[in-house]
C-alpha cells in the first residue's frame, strides 16, 4: 500500500498544476470576451471562475455577478440574452429595449471584437510572460564574458571565473557569441580545451571544459528523460559505459540504439552520480531543409557550457518584442504542426489530450515556478490559436460566421447555423477522443 502513495501524489500535483494552469488560461481568454463586450455595450450577466454550484459571489456596479464555482475546470462569462455559459441564444426573450446589449443584438463590429478577444488576451498573456523573462532576467551581453560558472564533474577542470572576457577557444580567435559557437564546432572533443581570455586586464590561457559538454539545459515534459526522472543541469558522463564528453556524442548514442534502452551514468551537482535507462522514442520534428524528420529521441536539449553569459539589461519594448516573436513561433509552429498532421507528413500520435497536457504540466510546476510560468505562457499561445481555428462553437467559427455576415449583409440561416454547430461538435469530440486515445496507447 505504501507503494502508491508516491503515485498517488504524484497524481494529485499534476491535477493541482494542471488545474491552476488551466483556471489561469481560461479566466484571461473570458475576461478578454467581458471587457471588451463591456467596452462594446454588451452587457455580461454572469462571469464565472469554474463551472457548476457557485460558491461565492458579488455583484458589480454594471450589473455582473463574478462567481467562483465548485468545479474548476476553466470558467465562462455568460452575456444579456444567452442561454447558456456558452454565448447561445438569440437575445429574443430579451426586452426589445435592452437588445442592444446582447451579443446577439450588438453591431457586428461590437461582435467580432468582443469573440476576438479571447484568443487576443491569450496572445497578450504569452507575450506579457515571455516580455517579462526577458525584462528581469536580462539578455546575454554583446561582449563574450562570463557570468555564473557551474559545478564540474570529479575530473574536469573548469579555469574560468566569472567577468572573464573570452577572446580564444583552443587558439580560435573570439569575438562574438557566434564565433564561439564556431570554434566549438571546429575543436576537436576532449574533457579539456584551452580558453584564453582578458582577466584583471591580462590575457591569460586557461584550462577549461569542453564548450559543448554532455550537459541538459531543458528536459521536455513526457519524454523519456522527464519519466527517468533526469534534470536540466544534469551532466551524462557515459552511455551504455562509454565515456562521452560532448551533447553531440549523446545524441549519436540516443539515435543508433534505434529504440532499444540505453543506460546513462549521470553527474548531478551534490548529489553525485546515479544510473538511468530510457527507451528514446520516435517523434517528428522540423528539418533544417523543410519537412520533417524521424528521430530517435530522449526528450533533453543541450547546447549549454559550464557557465552562463554575463547579462545585460532589456529594456521595456525589446522586452516586449521578444515576447511578441516568441508568442508567434508558438503560433506558426501550431498552424505548421496541424497542416503536417493532415497533409500526412507526420503521424498522427504528435497530437496528445489532456491527459499529456495535464503530465506535462505537472511536469513542468516540479521543474519549478518559472518552468510553470513558462509553460502557462506556451498554453495560452497554443490555446489562443486553437480557438481561432474556424470550427464552429470555436471562437473561430463564430467569427467565420460573422465575416459570413460582413461579406452578404446578413447572418448565416438559423438551419445552417445548427447543422455548421452540430456538425463543429462533432468535430471537437472527434479531435478530444483522439487526443484522449494518442495519450493512452501511443508510445
Not at 582577466?199 to 584550462?207: I, L, M, Q, S, W
Request: hydrophobic letters at 50%.
Amino acid at each position: 500500500m505504501t507503494d502508491l502513495i508516491p503515485l498517488f501524489g504524484g497524481t494529485l500535483w499534476t491535477l493541482a498544476a494542471f488545474v491552476v494552469a488551466l483556471v489561469v488560461i481560461v479566466t484571461v481568454h473570458e475576461y478578454g470576451h467581458y471587457i471588451i463586450g463591456r467596452l462594446s455595450g454588451i452587457r455580461a450577466e454572469v462571469f464565472s471562475v469554474g463551472f457548476g454550484p457557485r460558491l461565492i459571489a458579488r455583484r458589480d456596479r454594471h450589473g455582473t455577478v463574478w462567481q467562483v464555482a465548485a468545479i474548476p475546470l476553466g470558467g465562462y462569462v455568460r452575456f444579456l440574452g444567452d442561454e447558456n455559459a456558452a454565448s447561445a441564444g438569440s437575445g429574443s426573450r430579451v426586452d426589445p429595449a435592452l437588445r442592444r446589449q446582447t451579443l446577439s443584438g450588438a453591431p457586428l463590429w461590437a461582435r467580432f471584437s468582443t469573440l476576438l478577444a479571447g484568443p487576443v488576451f491569450n496572445f497578450v498573456l504569452s507575450i506579457l510572460i515571455f516580455g517579462g523573462f526577458a525584462l528581469f532576467q536580462g539578455l546575454p551581453a554583446d561582449r563574450v564574458e562570463v557570468g555564473a560558472v557551474s559545478e564540474v564533474p570529479p575530473g574536469v577542470m573548469n579555469g574560468l571565473r566569472p567577468g572573464d572576457r573570452i577572446v580564444a577557444l583552443g587558439g580560435q580567435p573570439v569575438e562574438t557569441w557566434a564565433d564561439l559557437g564556431q570554434a566549438a564546432q571546429d575543436l576537436p572533443i576532449a574533457p579539456q580545451q584551452d580558453w584564453t581570455v582578458i582577466r584583471d586586464g591580462a590575457e591569460v590561457t586557461v584550462t577549461g571544459p569542453d564548450p559543448m559538454p554532455a550537459r541538459i539545459s531543458g528536459v521536455a515534459p513526457r519524454g523519456a528523460a522527464a519519466d527517468a526522472g533526469l534534470m536540466a543541469g544534469d551532466v551524462v558522463i557515459s552511455i551504455e559505459g562509454k565515456p562521452i564528453t560532448r551533447f553531440t556524442q549523446m545524441r549519436e548514442a540516443v539515435e543508433a540504439a534505434e529504440g532499444d534502452p540505453i543506460q546513462l551514468q549521470v553527474w548531478r551537482s551534490g548529489q553525485g552520480t546515479a544510473s538511468y535507462t530510457l527507451i528514446p522514442r520516435m517523434q517528428d520534428l522540423p528539418s533544417a531543409g523543410g519537412g520533417y524528420e524521424r528521430r530517435w529521441l530522449i526528450g533533453v536539449t543541450g547546447g549549454g557550457s559550464f557557465f552562463e553569459p554575463a547579462m545585460r539589461r532589456a529594456g521595456p519594448l525589446e522586452s516586449l518584442w521578444l515576447g511578441v516573436m516568441q508568442t508567434w513561433g508558438i503560433i506558426v509552429s501550431s498552424l505548421a504542426g496541424l497542416w503536417a498532421m493532415i497533409s500526412g507528413q507526420i503521424g498522427g500520435c504528435n497530437l496528445g489530450g489532456a491527459i499529456s497536457i495535464a503530465e506535462s504540466t505537472g511536469q513542468a510546476a516540479s521543474a519549478g515556478g518559472a518552468s510553470f510560468l513558462w509553460w502557462i505562457a506556451v498554453l495560452s499561445a497554443a490555446i489562443g490559436f486553437l480557438n481561432l481555428l474556424p470550427i464552429p462553437v470555436l471562437d473561430g467559427g463564430h467569427l467565420m460566421f460573422y465575416a459570413w455576415e460582413a461579406l452578404t449583409g446578413r447572418p448565416p440561416s438559423d438551419r445552417a447555423l445548427n447543422l455548421l454547430t452540430a456538425a463543429g461538435m462533432a468535430a471537437v469530440l472527434a479531435l478530444m477522443i483522439f487526443g484522449l486515445t494518442n495519450d493512452l496507447f501511443c508510445p
